[in-house]
T-cell receptor, first 113, second 115 residues
Framework: AQSVSQHNHHVILSEAASLELGCNYS??????LFWYVQYPGQHLQLLLK??????LVKGIKGFEAEFIKSKFSFNLRKPSVQWSDTAEYFC???????????FGAGTRLFVKA | SQTIHQWPATLVQPVGSPLSLECTVE??????LYWYRQAAGRGLQLLFY??????ISSEVPQNLSASRPQDRQFILSSKKLLLSDSGFYLC??????????????FGPGTRLTVL
């Protein structure tokens, strides 16, 4: 069955620390991969996406993610987090041309000032 | 630009009462529409999606139903609410293009509490 797994449910970091959130997917066929973010009190919004081409994709606010096909992974990274990055992060996958997006359970990130 | 509206923002209903949550999208035509339920620590659970007027796909058999009476209107309903229906309900839309590949845009959500 199709699934998306996020490794950490809660992460606490100090400002300027580096961030890596793990995401693994289980899908047949070609997939499109996404990271969404939900800041406190705001709508869920897209952070970055991968469809094809360069496996290292860059998103808003200095975030990037690397697609490693052999590991079925799409980990999110940021070299230096800020207090304003405190949010919940969701990894998601979608079969190319499909409609049904599967979301991971989410990772709550808290950044200490 | 496109916008998505959901109402009400919060709702408290007794067990056994009916439910109607509404979602409307502006600024786009023939969108794909989705209803999700978000539970803490469990991510987003897809409940229904629709690729056109009157076309509804159900992902999880349960106490809820969905309808799409107009192109940009999506309604989530129940005849009799259960305690387990409590949660945060999100509506989303997407349009398949070469650039977006059905990237989804989410509404503000409805917090439903069933007592």
């Amino acid at each position: 069955a199709q699934s998306v797994s996020q490794h950490n449910h809660h992460v606490i970091l100090s400002e300027a620390a580096s961030l890596e959130l793990g995401c693994n997917y289980s899908y047949g066929g070609t997939v499109n991969l996404f990271w969404y973010v939900q800041y406190p009190g705001q709508h869920l919004q897209l952070l970055l996406k991968y469809f094809s081409g360069d496996p290292l994709v860059k998103g808003i606010k200095g975030f990037e993610a690397e697609f490693i096909k052999s590991k079925f992974s799409f980990n999110l990274r940021k070299p230096s987090v800020q207090w304003s990055d405190t949010a919940e992060y969701f990894c998601a996958a979608l079969n190319t041309g499909g409609f049904k997006t599967i979301f991971g359970a989410g990772t709550r990130l808290f950044v200490k000032a | 630009s496109q916008t998505i509206h959901q109402w009400p923002a919060t709702l408290v209903q007794p067990v056994g009462s009916p439910l109607s949550l509404e979602c409307t999208v502006e600024g786009t035509s023939n969108p794909n529409l989705y209803w999700y339920r978000q539970a803490a620590g469990r991510g987003l659970q897809l409940l229904f999606y629709s690729v056109g007027i009157g076309q509804i796909s159900s992902e999880v058999p349960q106490n809820l139903s969905a309808s799409r009476p107009q192109d940009r209107q999506f309604i989530l309903s129940s005849k009799k609410l259960l305690l387990s229906d409590s949660g945060f309900y999100l509506c989303a839309w997407s349009v398949y293009t070469r650039d977006t590949y059905n990237e989804q845009f989410f509404g503000p959500g409805t917090r439903l509490t069933v007592l």
